[in-house]
């Protein structure tokens, strides 16, 4: 059971990025994936989540409009597109596999990580 976030990288200001969160050794069914960051100093945030079957999605207010969650459940991977980002959305963003919901406690399978860099 592994979980393997990717995309990241260093992009200017209004830029945008596009995360992966992929699964490996088994499929989510009916679990969520989060996605959650972390900024040098501050606590993990949660960013955005989306149910594997359905079609709920939630997000945090501060990426409302400017982020989009999505899935495909052939490849087993969830998404995360970032537009018009901001020097704000810095930080390591992880992915996790869980129940649906805005609290980490919720998440009980992470990934490493990812590095998202907006520079100004």
């Known amino acids: 059971v592994q979980l393997q976030a990717s995309g990241g990288g260093l992009v200017q200001e209004g830029g945008s990025l596009k995360l992966s969160c992929t699964a490996f050794?088994?499929?989510?069914?009916?679990?969520?994936i989060g996605w959650f960051r972390q900024a040098p100093g501050k606590e993990r945030e949660f960013v955005a989540a989306?149910?594997?079957?359905?079609?709920?999605?939630t997000y945090a207010e501060s990426v409302k409009g400017r982020f989009t969650i999505s899935r495909d459940n052939t490849k087993n991977t969830v998404y995360v597109q970032m537009n018009s980002l901001k020097p704000e959305d810095t930080a390591v963003y992880y992915c996790?596999?869980?129940?649906?919901?805005?609290?980490?406690?919720?998440?009980?399978?992470w990934g490493q990580g990812t590095q998202v860099t907006v520079s100004s």
């Open positions: 996790a596999l869980g129940n649906f919901g805005r609290s980490s406690g919720m998440y009980h399978t």
């Open positions: 050794g088994f499929t989510f069914e009916d679990y969520a």
């Open positions: 989306i149910m594997w079957t359905g079609s709920s999605t």
